[in-house]
C-alpha cells in the first residue's frame, strides 16, 4: 500500500520561505519520478515541480528561481524548498509519485500553504 504524507505547509509572509516534505511509504523514490502540484481555490491543479527518475528537475515557470524541488533517497521523503514566497502562491500543495513500471499514480493528502501580503 502506497502512502505519501506531506508537512511543512502553514501561514508566512510575503518574501518568506517554508520547506515541505513529502515521505513515502510503500514506494522507492528512486527509480520513480516525483513532483509536487498545488491547487489554488477555484483553479485547477497544476504542476510546480518535478524530478525524474535521473534526478533532472523542471519547474513550472512562475516558481523558476524560487522554489527547489530535492529528494532524499536514503530517507524516501520529497522535499519543496520555496522561498520568496507570494500570496499567489497560496494553494494547498500535492505530493506525487509516478511509478515507472506501471505508470500508476500515487497522491498525497495536500498540505496547505497561505501566504499573506
Known amino acids: 500500500q502506497v502512502q505519501l504524507v506531506e508537512s511543512g505547509g502553514g501561514l508566512v509572509q510575503a518574501g518568506g520561505s517554508l520547506r515541505l516534505s513529502c515521505t513515502a511509504s510503500g514506494i522507492r523514490l528512486s527509480g520513480n519520478a516525483a513532483g509536487w502540484y498545488r491547487q489554488a481555490p477555484g483553479k485547477q491543479r497544476e504542476l510546480v515541480a518535478t524530478v525524474s527518475r535521473d534526478g533532472s528537475t523542471n519547474y513550472a515557470d512562475s516558481v523558476k528561481g524560487r522554489f527547489t524541488i530535492s529528494r532524499d533517497t536514503a530517507k524516501n521523503t520529497l522535499y519543496l524548498q520555496m522561498n520568496s514566497l507570494k500570496p499567489e502562491d497560496t494553494a494547498v500543495y500535492y505530493c506525487?509519485?509516478?511509478?515507472?513500471?506501471?505508470?500508476?499514480?500515487?497522491w498525497g493528502q495536500g498540505t496547505q500553504v497561505i501566504v499573506s501580503s
Open positions: 506525487n509519485v509516478r511509478r515507472f513500471s506501471t505508470w500508476s499514480n500515487y
